[in-house]
């Protein structure tokens, strides 16, 4: 079969963005040469790639084979330029981390150090919740993914880096705010500010109050940590959210962290990268990084943790 790497680089971006024109947009190229490349290299599959439907285009089940193909090749080319920069001494290349909405407090605190010491790297950062993390996994779209309870039917090595403890917030002008041995049952009446479904701090919070039987009365759901700051310390409801998200001083957004019985819930950041996945040099620097910041104080409690 006559395949160019040119070719499967232009494929691989028209399958990547379902578009001949958003392709051609991100390539640079002209789209009559778009449609030319890929023309090519159905020929020389012999099977249709795409399917038209109206004005949006799909892959068909050659183009979904081809589609992981490519993009484990020109990952693999991508490794192998970086091994070689890295024979000559020099680590240059990508880096493409993906964090939890939540870990993006801590993440640029990570990667400042290590970009200084290697001025050379790009780094792509994705943030996004923890299902779209898992979705991402499954894609290999990262070389390394920060999160937290990391799926167990994926094959994942797992690092666990930095504790991540969630506490219990309230306005600061909330009548619970000053009081001491606070349960479960003084939050029967509350009305609760929720992370979206699809979070992991929602799932964490959720397998808490489902092993006590305990069903929070929800006012709103946000997809956003800092959204859910504002919105409690306006008064209209409390929250559970990481105490990353928190400033130092939280009562200087107007938030009183709760006394509440088995609070802070702990929990642990862990960094994750596909098992058996050969790690380009910049990743795998990376990754020893982010071992040396290790800063967990808790015993690992994952088996309890995980999403069931
Ligand atoms: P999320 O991240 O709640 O922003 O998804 C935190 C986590 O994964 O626990």
Request: hydrophobic share 40%; charged share 25%; aromatic share 6%.
């Amino acid at each position: 079969m006559k395949v160019t790497f040119h070719q499967m680089e232009v494929f691989e971006c028209v399958a990547r963005r379902l578009s001949f024109t958003r392709a051609a947009e991100e390539l640079g190229l002209a789209q009559p040469t778009v449609s030319a490349q890929v023309r090519q290299l159905t020929d020389a599959v012999g099977l249709p790639l795409f399917e038209q439907f109206g004005k949006s285009v799909q892959l068909t089940a050659a183009g979904r084979e081809l589609f992981a193909t490519t993009r484990e090749l020109l990952a693999t080319w991508s490794r192998f330029e970086m091994t070689v920069a890295d024979l000559t001494g020099i680590k240059r290349g990508d880096l493409k981390v993906a964090c939890a909405t939540t870990a993006k407090y801590f993440t640029p605190d990570l990667l400042g150090p290590f970009c200084a010491a290697h001025p050379e790297v790009e780094i792509e950062l994705a943030i996004a919740n923890h299902d779209t993390l898992v979705e991402r996994l499954k894609r290999h779209d990262d070389d390394l993914t920060i999160m937290t309870l990391p799926p167990d039917d994926l094959n994942l090595e797992r690092i666990p880096f930095r504790d991540n403890p969630l506490v219990c917030v309230a306005s600061t002008s909330h009548e619970l705010a000053q009081q001491k041995g606070l349960t479960l049952a003084d939050l029967r009446n509350e009305r609760f500010i929720m992370r979206e479904a699809g979070s992991g701090t929602r799932y964490r919070l959720e397998q808490f109050f489902a092993a006590r039987g305990f069903k929070p009365k929800v006012r709103m759901e946000l997809g956003s940590n800092e959204a859910i700051k504002h919105v409690v310390a306006a008064g209209l409801g409390i929250s559970v959210l990481s105490r990353e998200s928190l400033d130092v001083s939280p009562e200087l957004d107007r938030l009183a962290v709760l006394d509440l019985e088995g609070f802070p819930l702990q929990d642990e950041w862990v960094a994750v990268v596909v098992r058996g996945r050969r790690l380009s040099p910049v990743a795998a620097a990376f990754l020893a990084h982010v071992r040396s910041t290790t800063t967990r104080t808790t015993p690992s409690n994952k088996a309890n943790n995980r999403k069931k």
